[in-house]
């Protein structure tokens, strides 16, 4: 693995120049956008004067001819059409630069980590693998995207992850709205050992506790298993182990691998949500924004910008190394 | 009805309620224990099923260690005789494990059985069954511990002593596992 300062030199040599084939390729769709952008924008400004002034003589209209009346409704029509229009180009021309970022930017960064990793900017996780863990039961799946596959083989473990957005519909009397049931990180890994039932290892919110607010502490069932008390008190304080079998859950999580999960969880500093099932691993690890996107107004690529997706880059794939999934002493191949 | 009916009321079915439920708990972790401890039997005994098959795949090279061969053997016939108490199961059990590690130890010595692939195999069979058995003696603790506690704080003591129940031992690491590997003590011999 490379370290910031590697990167940074990485950053200079390939993403830094100006005048490098890179931004004169990225350039042209950027202008593009932002004239087409601010040409919108001003037209709404126009539009919105516009419609306060016939507001203020709303009488003096009525008293137009009829085909003055026309004229005045069909030219409003005309420039509302042209700022859609305008709007299009801009997003078009927005949608361009994102492609060749990704192309050009991400592909590089992620071939820089590991030459051996596949990129697939337009791709995502299958729904299928995303309701496997199931780690939202109390949702039904209304919308399903994403973006940014990357797949491959670290050592001798199979790795894919891409980003996700899956949403619910709701309805109100007035309107529909959709709410995130999931937004972030998905990440399929082959998991060293073989088992047969299903561990999950989940922040410790409120599951945990719910589980030990029934008298006496035995009906700890919940959808996700029975609860699974661990010796490791650091581990205890952060995660919630459920599982449908106490021994396997022991047998995933030997002691070595929850000093692992906590390190892994202290140094990305977000919420996990683990979930061991077909002797694989899937991780979903929430984000509130976008990865992997230009930021279309910045006239360079930022290394600030590189440096978090290059780090978010290497925490995920980093998993493997970390769970030590490389080690394969035992049946599983 | 008066206020001291209903409170009569409500402290009959405290008097009857509470017990029941803290006898209900008590049962449950007892049988808890004991179906960990039956899951942690059954891979003991996947264990002892690898011993014969380990001793066939390595007597063949390991000619000098005729003797830990032998001494494994016997343990393993011992252990599945089934007339044994479960202490001295424990006891055994620390035994073959000592001994395995022992073998795969001195396997160093051996690269010709080093490289078989059926030793290979058998060595991955062997330390994944390490591990379960690992496991289950944790889980056999964690469960244990919450018994031994019920069964030693007041209110469920009182009920717990009625019954007759008493602390069911941990299983403890052996004094071969606390102690960290001496790397130098294997390259003596």
Redo the contacts between chains.
């Keep these: 693995m490379h370290s910031i300062d590697e990167f940074y030199q990485f950053y200079l040599e390939n993403f830094s120049n100006t005048n490098s084939e890179l931004y004169k390729e990225l350039n042209p769709y950027r202008q593009k956008a932002i004239k087409f952008f601010l040409t919108a924008i001003s037209g709404i400004l126009l539009a919105a004067l516009f419609f306060i002034l016939i507001s203020f003589y709303e009488h003096e209209f009525d008293r137009f001819s009829n085909t003055l009346q026309g004229l005045i409704i069909g030219f409003i029509v005309l420039f509302i059409i042209t700022i859609l229009v305008f709007l299009g180009l801009g997003f078009s021309a927005a949608k361009k630069y994102k492609d060749i970022f990704k192309e050009r930017v991400i592909r590089k960064i992620i071939e820089y980590i590991d030459p051996n990793l596949k990129y697939y900017p337009n791709k995502f996780i299958e729904r299928s693998l995303f309701t496997i863990p199931n780690f939202f039961p109390n949702y039904s799946i209304d919308k399903y995207e994403g973006d940014d596959l990357v797949e491959g083989v670290i050592g001798k473990t199979p790795i894919r992850f891409s980003e996700l957005h899956v949403q619910e519909k709701r309805r109100t009397d007035k309107s529909t709205y959709y709410v995130d049931i999931f937004k972030g990180l998905f990440i399929n890994v082959d998991f060293n050992k073989h088992f047969k039932g299903r561990t999950y290892v989940l922040p410790d919110k409120n599951d945990k506790t719910y589980a030990k607010l029934f008298f006496l502490g035995e009906k700890q069932n919940t959808v996700y298993g029975e609860l699974v008390k661990l010796e490791n008190p650091e581990f205890e304080k952060i995660c919630a182990v459920f599982s449908s079998d106490q021994i396997e859950a022991r047998y995933i999580l030997s002691t070595s691998l929850m000093n692992r999960i906590v390190q892994f969880r202290n140094r990305i500093n977000r919420e996990v949500f683990l979930c061991f099932a077909n002797s694989q691993i899937y991780v979903a690890i929430p984000y509130k924004k976008n990865l992997f996107e230009p930021k279309i107004m910045h006239k360079t690529i930022k290394f600030e910008l590189l440096k978090e997706y290059y780090e978010i880059l290497l925490n995920t794939i980093g998993i493997v190394d970390e769970l030590n999934l490389n080690v394969r002493i035992w049946t599983k191949e | 009805m008066d206020l001291t009916t209903i409170i009569i009321i409500v402290a009959i079915i405290f008097i009857i309620v509470v017990p029941l439920?803290?006898y209900n708990?008590l049962i449950?972790?007892r049988n808890q224990v004991e179906n960990?401890f039956a899951?942690?039997d059954a891979?003991l005994k996947k264990r002892y099923d690898l011993i014969p098959n380990l001793v066939a795949t390595v007597q063949n090279y390991m000619q000098h260690e005729k003797e830990t061969l032998t001494k494994i053997t016997e343990l393993r016939t011992k252990a599945i005789s089934g007339n044994i108490t479960p202490s001295e199961s424990v006891d055994l059990n620390n035994q073959i494990t000592n001994i395995l590690r022992s073998i795969q130890v001195q396997v160093e010595n051996y690269p010709d059985l080093k490289a078989s692939t059926n030793f290979l195999?058998l060595?991955?069979?062997l330390?994944?069954v390490e591990?379960?058995i690992?496991?289950?003696r944790?889980?056999y603790?964690?469960?244990t511990t919450?018994y031994n506690t019920a069964i030693e704080v007041f209110p469920s003591n009182i009920l717990a002593r009625m019954m007759n129940f008493t602390r069911r031992p941990l299983f403890e690491i052996t004094e071969a596992e606390r102690q960290n590997v001496d790397v130098k003590s294997l390259f003596k011999n």
């Design positions: 439920m803290l708990s449950r972790k960990v899951s942690l891979l195999q060595q991955a069979a330390n994944e591990e379960q690992s496991a289950g944790r889980a603790n964690a469960v919450e």
